[in-house]
Nanobody, 122 residues
Framework: QVQLVESGGGLVQPGGSLRLSCAAS????????IGWFRQVPGKEREGVSC??????STYYADSMKGRFTISRDSAKVYLQMNSLKPEDTAVYYC?????????????????WGQGTLVTVSS
């Protein structure tokens, strides 16, 4: 069964950091581009970042640049989140797009996980 599983969410104070991880089962993670998106209940999904499988090139939403860093190794994809703000509070999902990473990657999702909750609050 093709599956993605996120971990690493939690409660963090404003200005703090978290590192999310995404692991795969049922397919070889290394062969695919993988992205992160987030969602607040009642709102649309918001793309965060995407990393290619071939050369590790990355794409970030403008509002995430400079604070969030996506990376990968052969086993997992990571999202390092620094200088967190209360407005970053959301459920974060990793996902596999059917196309290359780019500005529209969120429109072509094949698989996504159950999500991990990130809460930024004092």
């Amino acid at each position: 069964q093709v599956q993605l599983v996120e971990s690493g969410g939690g409660l963090v104070q404003p200005g703090g950091s978290l590192r999310l991880s995404c692991a795969a089962s049922g397919f070889t993670l290394d062969y695919y581009p993988i992205g992160w998106f987030r969602q607040v209940p009642g709102k649309e999904r918001e793309g965060v970042s995407c990393i290619s499988s071939s050369d590790g090139s990355t794409y970030y939403a403008d509002s995430m640049k400079g604070r969030f860093t996506i990376s990968r190794d052969s086993a997992k994809v990571y999202l390092q989140m620094n200088s967190l703000k209360p407005e970053d509070t959301a459920v974060y999902y990793c996902a596999r797009p059917s196309r290359l990473c780019g500005s529209d990657w969120l429109s072509f999702l094949e698989v996504w996980g159950q999500g991990t909750l990130v809460t930024v609050s004092s």
